[in-house]
């Protein structure tokens, strides 16, 4: 392998080849497998990391730069192309004291889990043994910034166990859920935040799931801002709806109704005789469906 400063003197002589004789000297050395990391170089090193110098100032007149920029660099990324540490540690070089690395790396990312998993991803990111504190001001909390942006797949397990060890409220795990099904995350985005920030007995208690089952539910209401009269309205078939759905999609089964019916939880009782009126009809449906399938 080729040394930087060789690849440099290397690099340097090509292009003043092709500059002063405009020969095409690239076609020719792409042909060679010893050439490619040079192709390299002078792609990122030269060409690209000039562009970058002044990304913040075309930031201006092209909102979408990072966007764009990503889309340049995520395909070297992908097919086992460039590997993710040498890049990102240099595409980041001038964009450190800016502090806009943090910016285009996310843009990074996010396209390429479109095109392979969030774990792939992460993995990727773990193998290079990259840290958001090398592309973050140091007055940046890391750890909020990988959950704002949506990248906590990038944790390692340190992060991980490290993060878990603080226990969210349920008020906090509501509005963390609140703010990605608002921002229309996908699943994967979802589980890895709850892997990130929640332990196995944190996920399967009832601290979880309420604030779950209920910001999914409030993200289901569509046009709620809209037409608050017509959901007042409606108001009480909607939890009946939302029995109907849960059943059909095998999302709670029988006996989680029942239980849900029986519970004398005290964190489950304010409204609950109202909510227990409008899905009487439900119970009584599930009861007969029962009993007919039993004598079946």
């Known amino acids: 392998a080729l040394t930087e400063e060789e690849l440099e003197k290397k690099s340097t002589a ?4 092709y500059l002063n004789n405009n020969v095409y000297v690239f076609m020719v050395l792409i042909n ?3 050439y490619l990391y040079i192709i390299f170089y002078i792609y990122v090193y030269v060409v690209l990391l000039e562009v970058l110098e002044v990304a913040e100032d075309m930031e201006i007149d092209i909102p979408h730069i990072w966007l764009y920029l990503a889309e340049l660099i995520c395909p070297m990324l992908q097919e086992g192309g460039i590997p993710m540490g040498p890049l990102f540690r240099e595409v980041s070089k001038p964009l450190v004291p800016l502090g806009k690395a943090g910016v285009l790396l996310v843009e990074i990312l996010r396209l390429l889990c479109k095109a392979m998993s969030h774990k792939k991803v992460g993995a990727m990111w773990r193998d290079a043994a990259l840290s958001w504190k090398d592309f973050l001001p140091e007055d940046k909390d890391a750890n909020k910034f990988v959950t704002e942006e949506g990248v906590e797949f990038t944790l390692g397990e340190e992060c991980v ?3 878990s ?19 229309k995350a996908d699943n ?11 332990d196995e007995q944190q996920t399967s208690s009832d601290t979880f799931v309420r604030p779950l089952m209920t910001a999914v539910c409030q993200s289901a209401i569509i046009g709620e801002s809209l037409h608050p009269p017509l959901i007042t309205s409606f108001s009480s078939n909607l939890l009946r709806m939302f029995f109907d759905v849960l059943y059909d999609e ?7 109704f029942y239980r849900w019916e029986s519970s004398k939880d005290p964190a489950e009782q304010q409204g609950k005789g109202v909510a227990l009126k409008s899905v009487t009809a439900f119970f009584t449906w599930l009861r007969e469906a029962e009993d007919e399938s039993d004598s079946s």
Do not use: C, H, M
């Open 161 to 163: 166990r490290k993060s």
């Open 250 to 256: 095998d999302v709670i089964k029988e006996e989680g």
């Open 188 to 198: 994967q985005r979802i589980f890895d935040w709850v892997e990130a920030n929640l």
């Open 32 to 34: 060679y497998n010893n």
């Open 14 to 17: 090509i292009i003043e080849e």
């Open 165 to 183: 060890k603080v226990t969210l409220s349920p008020e906090d795990i509501s509005r963390e859920l609140e703010r990605l099904l608002q921002e």
